[in-house]
């Protein structure tokens, strides 16, 4: 029993009083989070980590499907770029790229860097280790595929 300040006693057990927690409950639906992509270009195999942002759902999305094959020309001799085919949802934001950048440019197309540029884009993701990766990438078209386990 408890006496209140009023003069009242209620009666109260240790499950009353007692602070609940919300219980934790594991949605069986629930996915590990994705936060990186395989991208293959010229035979070879990088490792790209994911930012976090809507088009990059909308893109684990795609690569979960079927890996995402896209042709891709060089630009300016420091970038190249392939139409992704769809629309995505952008974010754009004044950028300066760096090699291994991966961004979307007008929602549908996919950019990958081994120079720099300065730009508005919505990133997507950026190459982990860079060995190789302008030899890959070669001085004209190629073909890239982007993946998710």
């Given at each position: 029993m408890v006496e209140q300040d009023d003069g009242l006693e209620v009666s109260?057990?240790?499950?009353?009083?007692?602070?609940?927690?919300?219980?934790?409950?594991?949605?069986?639906?629930?996915?590990?989070?994705?936060?990186?992509?395989?991208v293959t270009v010229g035979g070879k195999t990088f490792l790209a980590t994911l930012e976090e942002?809507?088009?990059?759902?909308?893109?684990?999305?795609?690569?979960?499907?079927?890996?995402?094959?896209?042709?891709?020309?060089?630009y300016s001799g420091f970038?190249?770029?392939?139409?992704?085919?769809r629309n995505l949802t952008t974010s754009n934001e004044q950028t300066t790229t760096t090699a291994g950048d991966i961004v979307l440019y007008n929602g549908n197309q996919i950019v990958i860097f081994y120079?720099?540029?300065?730009?508005?884009?919505?990133?997507?993701g950026k190459i982990d280790d860079l060995s190789g990766w302008e030899a890959a990438l070669g001085s004209g078209d190629v073909s890239v595929t982007f993946s998710v386990n």
């Open positions: 109260t057990s240790k499950e009353e009083t007692k602070t609940m927690e919300p219980a934790e409950t594991i949605d069986e639906n629930t996915e590990e989070e994705i936060t990186k992509m395989t942002n809507d088009a990059v759902t909308e893109f684990i999305q795609m690569m979960k499907e079927n890996p995402v094959t896209i042709d891709m020309s060089d970038e190249k770029v392939g139409s992704l085919g120079g720099s540029n300065s730009w508005s884009y919505t990133r997507l």
